[in-house]
């Protein structure tokens, strides 16, 4: 499959093959939710905590006689029914980790790049080579299109292009190895440098027969 690859200025400059093993990959809609779910649950902290009745501060006594007050029985100011009381089944510290298969989170990741592309979501830049600075960086993503909600990929981390896209409202921007289901999905365009795309190529891409054979055991 071929991709265009745009300038700075939004130019089409030329074309680039990319591998139908990772960009062109059938939509599997099971795997990609449970792959979302997985990593929405994996970071939750699963802190929160509340008291029960027998947790909170206060006294245990009987706050007045059973009988002849015309009222209604009461027990301990520590009842759930009582302002400042236990919390009947609340939240109490645990852990939401769930354990995803890498075939699968494999699976969905090349799904979630291969619907971009497919939708036409996806830009490709020669590189990103630009000053640190917001209205460069504006002006960039103007000239793509990409100026709304955008997940900017380059194949490492790069300063000057985190430093100039950090104060860009609904733009991200993150290294190659570190691509994920949510990222890519909850943005509304892709665009990645052809470095970056070599380097998912190389992480998530099938090994050819000669590869395997060749390699050292």
């Known amino acids: 499959m071929q991709v265009p690859v745009y300038s700075l200025t939004g130019e089409e400059v030329e074309k680039i093959e990319i591998s139908d093993q990772v960009f062109a990959v059938p939509f599997n809609e099971g795997v990609v ?15 929160a905590s509340t008291k029960t009745r027998g ?8 706050l007045y006689r059973q009988k002849g007050t015309g009222e209604a029985r009461a027990g301990s100011r520590r009842s759930p029914t ?24 494999r699976l969905a ?50 300063e000057h292009v985190i430093k100039a896209a950090r104060n860009i409202q609904g733009i991200k921007t993150m290294p190659a190895n570190l691509l994920n289901v949510i990222d890519i999905l909850s943005h509304k365009m892709l665009l990645m440098t052809v470095s970056a795309i070599r380097r998912v190529e190389e992480l998530w891409g099938e090994k050819t027969v000669a590869e395997v054979t060749n390699a050292p055991v």
């Open 109 to 158: 990741l090349k799904c979630a790049l291969s619907a971009k592309v497919k939708d036409n979501e996806l830009k490709v830049v020669q590189e990103l080579k630009l000053e640190p600075k917001t209205k460069f960086m504006a002006q960039v993503l103007g000239a793509l299109g990409a100026d709304s909600s955008t997940l900017v990929v380059t194949a490492n981390p790069e």
């Open 82 to 105: 009582r302002r400042g009381g236990g919390i009947i089944f609340g939240p109490k510290p645990r852990d939401y980790h769930q354990q995803t298969p890498k075939k699968m989170r």
């Open 55 to 62: 947790e909170v501060q206060g006294s245990s006594k009987k």
């Open 33 to 47: 939710h449970q792959v979302m779910v997985g990593q929405l649950a994996n970071a939750r902290h699963g802190t």
